[in-house]
């Protein structure tokens, strides 16, 4: 069942999905070369359990860690380890968090210090990708015009959307109906109507669009060893523009009077636009 929410719970989803944001935002600022994945993991479980939420993904189906960090050949939901980042790396975060009932989930993909052009224009054909499924996330459009937004935008770089794993409806659970495929033929005719929240979040590989599930039963990386980025948010469908319920705009704005140019052209990472190098 696909539901509808009301205006309250919807003001409920901003508080949770701003709060997403926030934790989103502190970990790209930390994660720089000699960082590991586990302090990454700390410094989100920390900042959201000090706002008085709860990490949606420790505890979710046997999962211990409160963030997913998936590097390079990496598709979603590698586990937080020892390993520290270094220069050239590309890593994706994810993360949840629970607030009085209601769930956000975001991801992106950062490059930690300079990355190489094909890892760059990979992350922005990623992100683009995201951005034109938001677009099309309108009353009265169906899931099959998102998942075509993002493979008519994925289609001239000849990456590989993958199949296996899926965007989802989002609210008092972290995975509601619907499925968000990412590709037509995955996707269904159903109509978006407003009121409806849901997590669009495109995978998509360098190479191969195939993917393998190593040996700890929850890494999942691409078959053929190529790059991988995701990017997600959460939104609301409206009657109008679609709403960016993980949006780091007002996290930004915040930030702006305290903060270095190097730091805040970081947090473009999260927001419509171009990857700074
Ligand atoms: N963010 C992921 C999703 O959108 C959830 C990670 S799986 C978990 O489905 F087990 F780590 F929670
Ligand atoms: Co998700």
């Known amino acids: 069942m696909v539901q509808i929410r009301s205006a309250r719970e919807l003001a409920q989803m901003r508080k949770s999905g701003e709060m997403v944001a926030k ?48 590097v390079n050949d990496q598709v979603v939901h590698g586990i937080p380890s020892h390993r520290k980042l270094v ?13 009085d009932g209601f769930f956000g989930d975001s991801a992106v993909t950062l490059g930690i210090g300079k990355v190489s052009d094909k890892a760059k ?12 499924a938001i677009d099309a996330a309108r009353g009265g459009n169906t899931l099959k015009d998102i998942a075509r937004a993002i493979e008519d935008t994925i ?49 998509i590989n360098e190479g191969t669009h195939r993917v ?37 705009i007002n996290i930004l704005k915040e930030a702006e009077t305290n903060l270095d140019s190097e730091t805040l052209k970081r947090g473009a990472y999260g927001q419509r636009g171009s990857n700074p190098s």
């Open 23 to 70: 934790v989103l935002f502190e970990l790209t600022k930390a994660a720089k070369p000699g960082v590991s994945l586990i302090e990454l993991n700390q410094i989100a479980e920390d900042l959201t359990l000090s706002m008085g939420a709860k990490p949606a993904f420790k505890g979710y189906l046997g999962y211990a860690h409160s963030l997913c960090t998936s």
């Open 87 to 99: 220069e050239g790396d590309v890593i994706g975060l994810d993360f949840g968090l629970v607030y």
């Open 121 to 132: 224009k990979l992350m922005q054909v990623t992100k683009d990708s995201l951005y034109a």
């Open 155 to 203: 289609r001239p770089h000849k990456y590989g959307i993958v199949k296996e794993f899926v965007g989802h409806g989002i609210g008092t659970k972290l995975h509601e109906d619907p499925q968000v495929a990412n590709f037509e033929a995955g996707a269904s005719n159903l109509k978006l109507r407003p009121g409806m929240t849901i997590a669009i979040e495109p995978m």
């Open 212 to 248: 393998k599930v190593l040996g700890d039963k929850w890494t999942v990386a691409t078959e053929d060893g190529s790059l991988s980025a995701h990017y997600e948010h959460t939104i609301a469908i409206t009657e109008g523009e679609p709403e960016l319920l993980t949006s780091w």
